[in-house]
């Protein structure tokens, strides 16, 4: 597998995306902590908020039909073997994870193992969860910018996660990221699995690839 050409420029969209990402700068005055950041984004619901390691926090717009059915799949697989598997808990894009470098971010799927789950006290568990997930995916759609989603995905890997993939639907591509490895592309896969961290997952993307509407 090769590494990702994070230099690359994105493809262009097809359709003009409705929204662009916002990044709001926060002066130091105003910095917001874990707790008054879980207050912020309580209180504004309809946004999907990030906060970045500087202490800036990013807007994210709403997704297109296509990368909604396509992350809607993506759960409903994972969750029939996490519920089989037994040993994890899914989580799905509205769930915040403080990471180690300060930054709080909400991949589009994530997977906890119950036994570090079990470490939290019941208001952590309430709140942002302090920890990056076992594994993550984050799901491109068509008006992502590739380089953010790369350097996101490095971000993932040295705080602490031990497998994320990054699907890419518009070339057909998978970049995987794991520790002490360069991150690797996988070209037009049919299915995803990782038998040593998630025995018995096989996640089909025929219908990421083709969504059927």
Not at 38 to 65: H, K, V
Not at 116 to 145: C, N
Request: with cysteine; hydrophobic share 45%; aromatic share 8%.
């Amino acid at each position: 597998m090769r590494a990702p050409a994070v230099t690359s420029q994105p493809r262009s969209p097809r359709h003009a995306p409705p929204f662009a990402p916002l990044a709001l700068h926060v002066p130091a005055a105003l910095e917001l902590d874990d707790a008054r950041l879980f207050l912020f984004c309580q209180a504004n619901r309809s946004l999907r908020i990030e906060r970045s390691a500087t202490g800036d926090l990013d807007i994210m717009p709403p997704t297109g039909a296509e990368t909604g059915a396509r992350n809607a799949e993506l759960i409903a697989q994972f969750q029939r073997w996490a519920r089989d598997d037994g040993q994890g808990i899914l989580f799905d894009s509205s769930t915040g994870f403080l990471l180690p470098n300060g930054a709080m971010r909400s991949p589009d799927l994530a997977w906890v193992r119950r036994s570090r789950l079990a470490t939290l006290s019941a208001e952590q568990k309430r709140g942002f969860l302090p920890l990056a997930p076992d594994v993550l995916i984050e799901l491109a759609s068509a008006s992502d910018d590739s380089r953010q989603l790369h350097e996101k995905m490095l971000e993932w890997r040295a705080n602490g996660a031990a497998l994320g993939w990054l699907i890419l639907p518009e070339t057909r591509q998978v970049w995987r990221y794991v520790p002490e490895h360069e991150p690797g592309c996988l070209d037009h896969p049919a299915r995803l699995e990782a038998a040593d961290l998630l025995p018995g997952l096989s996640l089909q993307l025929a219908r990421i690839w083709e969504t059927d509407f």
